[in-house]
T-cell receptor
Framework: GAGVSQSPSNKVTEKGKDVELRCDPI?????LYWYRQSLGQGLEFLIY????????KSGLPSDRFSAERTGGSVSTLTIQRTQQEDSAVYLC?????????????FGPGTRLTVL | AQKVTQAQTEISVVEKEDVTLDCVYE???????LFWYKQPPSGELVFLIR??????QNEISGRYSWNFQKSTSSFNFTITASQVVDSAVYFC????????????FGQGTILTVHP
């Protein structure tokens, strides 16, 4: 079946602009996760959603970052007033649920470049 | 807080050599899960294995094997008879405590297999 999909695959933006990154999880997966991969910081957890529960936002680096998940499926990660340090690959993952934990399956990522 | 250490930043081997990737973790949790992921040049993280803290049995899957030792907090990964297609970045990850949704990743080991 189809895996996790993310769009766009690449995004170049100017400092100060807002960006939206999209993630489409594997069908039937109730948990969805966002991570960031950068040269300096490695792979970092940002946020996860589990069903209808309140999301765990503990990894978001600042209030410029937010995410929502509509209808328990597609998620959008929004970065407002982008800064150059936001340049990274943003990875989305999904799993059957978050509580076990179930194995997280990752998408191909969105490479964000902030000029 | 949990911590995952992959001390080997880069490893270079010649095809058909065996290679072991080290992973050491720190935690106070009694129940936790350990993972290995592979990130080939294409960039997508590929799940390899999940192991829970109560199962110290070693696992073998084809040319891959994993050695989990709670006494030394290690979860090492061995590739037997390495092949060029094994060239990738390999990540060890941890999930535990009340934060099953968050994977804590090691810094990764870059494996290059030369023909």
């Amino acid at each position: 079946g189809a895996g996790v999909s993310q769009s766009p695959s690449n995004k170049v933006t100017e400092k100060g602009k807002d960006v939206e990154l999209r993630c489409d999880p594997i069908s039937g997966h109730t948990a969805l996760y966002w991570y960031r991969q950068s040269l300096g910081q490695g792979l970092e957890f940002l946020i996860y959603f589990q069903g209808n529960s309140a999301p765990d936002k503990s990894g978001l680096p600042s209030d410029r970052f937010s995410a929502e998940r509509t209808g328990g499926s597609v998620s959008t990660l929004t970065i407002q007033r982008t800064q150059q340090e936001d340049s990274a690959v943003y990875l989305c993952a999904s799993s059957l649920e978050a509580s076990s934990p179930d194995t997280q399956y990752f998408g191909p990522g969105t490479r964000l470049t902030v000029l | 807080a949990q911590k995952v250490t992959q001390a080997q930043t880069e490893i270079s081997v010649v095809e058909k050599e065996d290679v072991t990737l080290d992973c050491v973790y720190e935690t106070r949790d009694t129940t936790y899960y350990l993972f290995w992921y592979k990130q080939p040049p294409s960039g997508e993280l590929v799940f390899l294995i999940r192991r829970n803290s109560f199962d110290e049995q070693n696992e073998i899957s084809g040319r891959y094997s994993w050695n989990f030792q709670k006494s030394t907090s290690s979860f090492n990964f061995t590739i037997t008879a390495s092949q060029v297609v094994d060239s990738a970045v390999y990540f060890c990850a941890f999930a535990g405590g009340t934060s099953y949704g968050k994977l804590t990743f090691g810094q990764g080991t870059i494996l290059t297999v030369h023909p």
